[in-house]
């Protein structure tokens, strides 16, 4: 009866005196225990041990199938799920633990092979083999435990709190992208690029509105507090002196002058001039601004050289440093230059691209247009190998130079948007001259210019189509 049972179950009951047969199962102990955790010491070791494997490799396994059948199914709501900050911790302890789980079952697995019995020259090749199987599998889940972390941090720093889904306006959504460039010379925060992005919430195409930092005379939606303070227009009734007309001139008016127009923008995850800002360009536009993203400049150094670098076609000789002599009127004390051509950019190069002030026929419209360019090839440059390959200095860069009021519950819905806007051009509408008066801008025919780009980035009526 035994010896039937030795014969019936080599794995659990194998001849240990036969050599071959004990080279033999430890080759298959190692491979099972690899490909299916558990396996291996249901047919030879702690059976209830192996079961517990076998249960949490298939619970796994099942999640993920559900997972890659909701990514297909229902892509929205998955993607909301797994952007979940509580949802993401779960997930990092979750593959903390099966690592751990992988460690003591690989070595266990290795300690159920009995090498002293195998064949010489194959213990240490078995040996080998099952520390690789067991050690690669666990730093791959340590560096996967370390992306969701670092993911998780980055979207609990940007992102806001548990604010409920928004829903678009006119099937739109309408986002305010702020480009800022403080520095030690600088009063306050003004926006040195400010771009209306509308996506429509269908298929994900998008129109891309620029408005130069000295429009003037902005009016205001009649619903906005800053309405009552400039009925007539931003700066209209106390002269355009200093800026104070200007566009980029709204923040600062409000966030150190009337903060208490907008008394619940703290808590929305914004600031009164920022809120004001979003009014003005409303009131420009015609359209509804529901959400902004501010992006310091300068933190743009440090995401370029996170990413490696960017591309760019550089269309004219660019000054790095330099000022005008205010005797001769020449430009000096460059530094360097950056010369035309497709070039290959560091941060430091980069951020110089997009701010010089100097060598444009246009001058600020020129560098507004240079600092589009660099979003773009940012955007470009932030493909999903590079994104993952560099996944830890892009999320820390990320969260150092991004603030939003964008919330949580919005990061499914967008990302699905952000995958769709990849089947498209983004139309562009460029708010200026000649198209639009520098100085004295008529307002309506700075919303049908911005009505014709949303028109252009739709889709075509049915009956329009029929």
Not at 146 to 153: E, H, I, K, P, Y
Not at 157 to 164: L, M, R
Not at 218 to 247: I, K, Q, T
Not at 359 to 368: E, I, P, T
């Amino acid at each position: 009866m035994s010896a039937s049972v030795d014969l019936e179950r080599p794995l659990r009951y194998p001849d240990a005196q036969s050599t071959p047969l004990m080279t033999k199962r430890a080759r298959w102990l190692v491979v099972l225990g690899f490909l299916l955790p558990g396996s291996a010491q249901v047919v030879a070791g702690n059976r209830r041990m192996g079961r517990f494997g076998l249960i949490a490799t298939f619970t796994l396994l099942l999640v993920a199938l559900v997972s890659v059948i909701g990514f297909g199914v229902a892509r929205v709501a998955t993607l909301s799920f797994f952007t979940n900050p509580i949802v993401l911790l779960v997930v990092q302890w979750v593959i903390v633990a099966y690592a751990i789980m992988w460690l003591v079952f690989g070595f266990n697995t290795l300690q159920l092979a009995k090498l002293i019995r195998v064949s010489p020259k194959w213990r240490v090749p078995v040996a080998m083999l099952s520390i690789v199987l067991t050690v690669l599998p666990v730093a791959g889940a340590a560096w996967a435990a370390m992306t969701v972390g670092s993911a998780r941090g980055a979207l609990s720093e940007i992102f806001g709190g548990g604010a409920a889904a928004v829903e678009p306006v006119d099937g739109r959504y309408n986002i305010l992208l702020l480009g800022t460039d403080a520095g030690e010379d600088r009063e306050g925060m003004r926006a040195d690029s400010l771009s209306l992005i509308s996506v429509d919430a269908e298929t994900g195409q998008s129109t891309i509105i620029g408005l130069p930092r000295e429009l003037p005379n902005m009016p205001f939606p009649s619903d906005s507090p800053m309405y009552a303070e400039h009925p007539n227009g931003f700066g209209v009734d106390y002269g355009c002196n200093v800026g104070r007309c200007w566009l980029n001139g709204v923040y600062a008016e409000v966030e150190y002058f009337q903060p208490e127009l907008y008394p619940d923008a703290v808590s929305r995850g914004s600031s009164p001039g920022i809120e004001a800002t979003k009014d003005a360009v409303s009131g420009a536009t015609g359209l509804d601004v529901q959400f902004y993203v501010l992006i310091d400049m300068k933190g743009f150094e440090q995401l370029i050289d996170a990413l490696g670098g960017v591309d760019i076609n550089v269309e004219e000789r660019l000054p790095v440093g330099g000022n005008i002599d205010e005797y001769t009127g020449e430009l000096v004390n460059v530094d360097e230059w950056i010369e035309p051509g497709e070039q290959h950019l560091d941060g430091f190069h980069a951020l110089w691209f997009a701010r010089s002030r100097y060598g444009s026929a246009q001058g600020d419209y020129d560098r507004m247009e240079r600092q589009r360019t660099l979003q773009a090839a940012i955007l470009a440059q932030m493909n999903p190998q590079n994104v993952l390959l560099r996944f830890e200095e892009v999320a820390k860069a990320g969260g150092n130079i991004v603030d939003t009021d964008i919330p949580n519950s919005m990061l499914g819905p967008f990302v699905d948007l952000a995958g769709k806007a990849r089947e498209f051009s983004p139309v562009s509408v460029e708010l200026t001259p000649p198209e639009v008066d520098a100085e004295y801008p008529d307002y309506a025919v700075v919303q049908q210019l911005v009505q014709q780009g949303i028109a252009e980035a739709s889709p075509p009526d049915e009956e329009e189509t029929e």
